[in-house]
């Protein structure tokens, strides 16, 4: 029987002819490989091509997603049905929940003791993208003999290009980073209001490592440039030209410097990314603690509903700057600018709640314990975005 293999020269010119042909975004592989009784595998990787937030991919408006699958059983006598999916899904910021973002696509191979396959091709993904920049998440999975189904997601954004109106060249190109950067934070916001508010009335059914994983994954795409200006352009702070001309430029101005706005909300960032990461195995019996319950009494629901309330007023802030740039080009900026000055005023409520927390923190716990600092990451956070919008805004 004649056998299929993969030659790589083979798989990019596939690759290469889909993405000029069919203008697709590739968004990577997942593989469930049995070759013996004694050597069988999966694979799962992302492409390059899509990148953790606040990075975005471009995407044209009519465009497909790609993911390339294969299915070998090359073991004569084993057999295994192998399998492999993927899933689509964007978030709704309306309702903060994931759903159908686009067509899944799985393959399972045939259960046959003497008889081998290798199988493999490219899945076609029609995404569903309601709104200029959109958040997604992708999910492969692979699953062969004996060995544990392999299933990772990663999440992403993708936006179209603007297009020419009444925004300068560089608020355009600006445009994506800071709307997904906004989103990403919202999202970031609202994670932790849950998480607050899942701790203050003591449900058991969260795993709180888990919860704040998702937190940690959105600091380190947000604070994950190496130096602040890199953190400036890729978070599209030029996009604030629109509310003060001194963002026009990151690269030559005081905000960058040492002192500045910007260099002090990277700086702030940073130290919350840091923490998050050092007490990532800490975080589940950190927030399950009789000290974090009875801080969190104390505190009431104030500090969680000045995370929701900031979480909504980034949300609707950046779907503005959408409609601004995208839908309505030529239209005034003013209602952003209104809605920019409501979020600041929220970053502001959000730290002096997370400051009064620390406070009830440290009394019960101490300062430089791990609850302390929960409550000084959401602090520095808010802190880190008060300070770019205070710079931004009279």
Request: a positive charge; hydrophobic letters at 40%.
């Amino acid at each position: 029987m004649l056998r299929m293999r993969f030659p790589l020269f083979a798989v990019l010119c596939v690759f290469l002819l889909q993405s000029v042909s069919f203008a697709s975004l590739y968004l990577g592989e997942t593989q469930a490989v049995l070759e013996s009784v004694s050597n069988k595998y999966t694979v799962v990787n992302f492409g390059t091509e899509i990148k953790a937030p606040p990075y975005v991919s471009t995407y044209p408006i009519d465009g497909k997603f790609s993911v390339r699958y294969r299915l070998r059983d090359d073991s004569k006598l084993a057999g295994y049905k192998n399998n492999v999916w993927q899933t689509l899904e964007r978030f709704d910021f309306a309702s903060w929940s994931w759903i159908v973002g686009g067509t899944g696509n799985s393959n399972t191979g045939a259960d046959s003791m003497r008889g081998t396959y290798d199988n493999w091709g490219f899945w076609d993904i029609y995404p569903l993208q309601p709104n200029p920049v959109t958040r997604y998440k992708v999910t492969l999975s692979a699953d062969t003999k004996t060995v544990p189904r392999k299933t990772q997601s990663m999440v992403f954004y993708v936006g179209r290009t603007a297009p020419e109106g009444a925004r300068t060249l560089a608020q355009r190109n600006a445009a994506a980073k800071w709307i997904a950067g906004r989103l990403e934070r919202a999202a970031m916001y609202k994670d932790l209001a849950n998480t607050v508010r899942a701790r203050r009335t003591s449900s058991s059914s969260i795993n709180y490592g888990l919860e704040m994983t998702k937190i940690i994954v959105s600091a380190c795409g947000l604070f994950g440039p190496t130096d602040v200006q890199g953190y400036g352009i890729e978070t599209g702070l030029n996009f604030l030209d629109l509310a003060s001309s001194v963002f026009g430029n990151l690269a030559t101005s005081t905000l960058v410097s040492a002192g500045g706005a910007v260099y002090q909300a990277y700086d702030w960032g940073k130290w919350a990314k840091t923490t998050l990461q050092s007490s990532a195995n800490l975080w589940n019996s950190t927030l399950t603690s009789f000290a974090a319950q009875q801080s969190m009494n104390q505190v009431g629901a104030s500090l969680e509903t000045a995370l929701d309330n900031l979480a909504a007023s980034m949300r609707d802030e950046a779907n503005e700057a959408m409609r601004i740039t995208y839908t309505s080009p030529y239209d005034s900026s003013s209602g952003w600018l209104g809605l920019l000055s409501l979020e600041k005023s929220r970053a502001h409520s959000a730290g002096v709640e997370a400051a009064t927390a620390m406070d009830k923190a440290k009394v019960i716990a101490g300062e430089g314990s791990e609850i302390y600092n929960f409550y000084k990451i959401i602090n520095q956070l808010a802190n880190s975005d008060w300070a770019v919008l205070n710079a931004a805004l009279p």
